[in-house]
């Protein structure tokens, strides 16, 4: 062995032994690898890698019995200055409002917890962090005496191991500890949904007696673990003084932002903790929608093979049905949900999916879809999935309508993300498509205001169900003309429109009738650089502009009208309560609202891996007679998965 070399072990396992023994052989440093404190939705017994780790070259953290690097970090966090601990105290309160702990297989169903409940803590029995906790079953047992003498007249709860409820690994309690006062916590609960309600968490050395001092409890701890004995929980243990105070954002400085390691397995390298919990939440959100098998209802057959890898889950692959009677009697008997493309809904699926009590899911492209057209069989990298409407109909409520009104609580995280996503995008010059290479430069007279009307597709879903009185594009031209008698018009075909793949196609005589120039296979991104306004019935590009800080003025009821950011033709929609800066409009729509997928691996993953990867050019455009046949055959072939499921 070279003289710089180390000897790493993982934890406190009994094979780790063999590597002390080469450590102190070879008198060489031994590092203890463990798994950080957010790891993954699955355990590692269920193949999940974590997303992070702790590397500790003089002990590791839940052995208490010995020092590590934990504790010099724990010293170092009682003297932050204020500016280091209001931004850990804002990434604290960031990871609970993402309700992220170290396995997330849950659910957010919290309907069946009683009130006020007591919330007792097991582990998995003889776990490293129990036995070097200053811990055993006795410990267990005299917890769950406990908080039944101390709470007689509260219904307690016991929240098992993700391991223990994988059948992987026993705990400390099983049904035979329930009685009339005692009960398992059944189904996958977050344990943020768990604290939420619970009136107090007792535990022995589990990190959710960690998480629960985040969300604000004072957890009764019956072990030693490393964050007993800092005047953040009931200690039972009386070995447990460290002789210090600690606050719980201290706490999470030295635990997340600086023991744990954390990686971005998207582009193999290190990341940040924000990066991080935001990559585990996506995983995490994928993981949770995809809960129930998806019944995909008159999916087109180039579809089904993206779809396939997207709404795949733990029951399998979805099911592809062209009848509606058919898909609605699987979904019921699978306990699953129908899936529809937003625009095929029609009023009897609605009316039979209520009858037989299935969830129907609406399902459309997001807004940053793809480098190429869907109408090309490009696959999006986006996709929303609505289940009270879909974002483009104002004439019913919508997902994203719910999430827009509830903006007003915004982090200064969130509103941090917002703005560098809103940054990024104008700086990459990326639109839904990106698609169209000529840049035209607009001869308007100097002062002259420019305005820009997008054209649409005349049949789209968004037209037949956001329009007013204009509903074509001739129409819309007509209308900015009279409104804006000197502007510089440009009008500009839509994609789909040009490639003549769909209805709205205007002859330039007529169009140049009111428009100054036809930007035809024009950039988008270019020319919102160059306008002042954009003037649209209910296109994305009102949005895109919206993105660049220009005026726009809509004609129709687009998603992001009737929030005080645009001007209005149409009357206000009353159910559009909410008052929304930019930034705000940007979380709702670019981070809450949709799901993205790595068009590399394959992966679920943030907003911010897909700007990376259109800026590296990894967005995977596929065009061409060849392409379009492939995508058709992997489709049908994911449409009988459910032979092989």
């Not at 398992?184 to 009136?199: H, I, M, N, Y």
């Not at 898909?327 to 009316?351: D, F, N, Q, Y």
Request: proline fraction near 4%; glycine fraction near 8%.
């Amino acid at each position: 062995m070279r003289q710089t070399d180390k000897v790493a072990v993982w934890g406190r396992k009994p094979v780790a032994k063999r590597g002390a023994f080469v450590a102190d052989l070879f008198k060489r440093p031994l590092v203890t690898v463990e798994d950080a404190f957010l790891r993954s939705v699955l355990t590692g017994r269920q193949g999940a890698a974590p997303m992070g780790l702790v590397v500790d070259d003089i002990g590791v953290y839940f052995d208490t019995t010995r020092p590590s690097q934990l504790d010099a970090l724990l010293k170092q966090a009682a003297k932050l200055t204020g500016e280091e601990l209001k931004l850990a105290e804002n990434q604290m309160n960031h990871m609970v409002g993402l309700k992220l702990s170290k396995y997330n297989d849950f659910t957010h169903s919290v309907s069946d917890l009683p009130d006020n409940f007591v919330l007792v803590v097991d582990q998995t029995i003889d776990d490293a962090s129990v036995l070097m906790g200053g811990a055993n079953a006795a410990s267990f047992a005299q917890m769950l005496a406990s908080a039944k003498a101390e709470n007689p007249d509260r219904k307690i709860l016991i929240k098992t191991h993700p391991e223990t409820m994988g059948g992987q690994r026993n705990g400390y309690f099983s049904q035979y500890d329930c009685d009339g006062q005692v009960g398992l916590v059944t189904g996958k609960l977050a344990p943020a949904d768990l604290f939420e309600q619970a009136s107090k968490v007792y535990c022995v050395t589990s990190q959710m007696g960690l998480e629960a001092i985040f969300a604000g409890h004072r957890p009764i701890v019956f072990g030693q673990p490393f964050y007993a004995g800092l005047g953040l929980s009931d200690d039972r243990n009386p070995d447990c003084d460290r002789g210090m105070t600690l606050s719980p954002a201290q706490v999470f400085w030295a635990t997340h932002l600086q023991y744990s390691k954390w990686y971005d397995p998207y582009f193999d390298r290190a990341a940040g903790f924000l990066t991080a919990a935001d990559i585990l939440h996506a995983h995490a959100r994928q993981h949770r929608d995809n809960e129930f098998t998806a019944v995909c209802l008159g999916m087109r057959l180039w579809k089904r093979g993206f779809l396939s890898r997207f709404l795949s889950c733990g029951r399998g692959a979805p099911l592809f049905y062209d009848d509606a009677i058919k898909a609605v009697e699987a979904a019921s008997i699978e306990e699953g949900r129908v899936l529809v493309w937003a625009g095929r809904e029609t009023e009897e699926l609605a009316k039979d999916c209520a009858l037989w009590e299935v969830p129907l899911i609406r399902v459309e492209d997001g807004f940053l879809r793809s480098a190429g057209l869907g109408a090309q069989l490009v696959a999006p990298t986006s996709l929303a999935f609505d289940d009270s409407g879909i974002y483009y109909d104002p004439t019913r409520p919508s997902q994203l309508e719910r999430i827009i009104n509830q903006t007003a609580g915004l982090s200064d995280i969130d509103r941090a993300r917002a703005r560098a996503i809103r940054k990024r995008i104008v700086a990459l010059k990326m639109t839904k498509y990106n698609v169209g290479a000529a840049s035209i430069k607009l001869p308007a007279f100097a002062g002259q205001q420019i305005i820009l009307v997008p054209g649409q597709v005349e049949d789209d879903a968004s037209i037949l169900k956001g329009a007013g009185q204009i509903k074509t594009n001739l129409g819309l031209l007509r209308a900015v003309r009279n409104n804006f008698p000197s502007a510089y018009i440009v009008f500009k075909p839509h994609p789909d429109v040009e490639a003549g793949l769909r209805a709205g196609a205007v002859d330039i005589k007529q169009a140049l009738n009111y428009a100054d120039i036809v930007a035809a296979d024009s950039n988008m991104a270019d020319l919102l650089d160059q306008v002042d306004h954009v003037a649209t019935i209910t296109s994305l590009a009102g949005f895109e502009a919206l993105l660049r800080g220009k005026s726009v003025t809509c004609y129709g009821s687009p998603f992001y009208s009737g929030w005080g950011l645009t001007d209005d033709k149409r009357r206000d929609i009353s159910r559009r309560k909410a008052h929304p800066d930019i930034e705000a409009l940007v979380h709702a729509c670019l981070i809450d609202y949709p799901r993205y997928w790595d068009p590399m691996s394959g992966d679920p993953c943030p907003v911010e891996v897909i700007l990376e990867r259109y800026e590296r050019g990894q967005m995977q455009v596929k065009t061409g007679a060849m392409v379009r046949i492939l995508a058709k055959l992997q489709g049908l072939f994911a449409s009988y998965a459910h032979l092989w499921r």
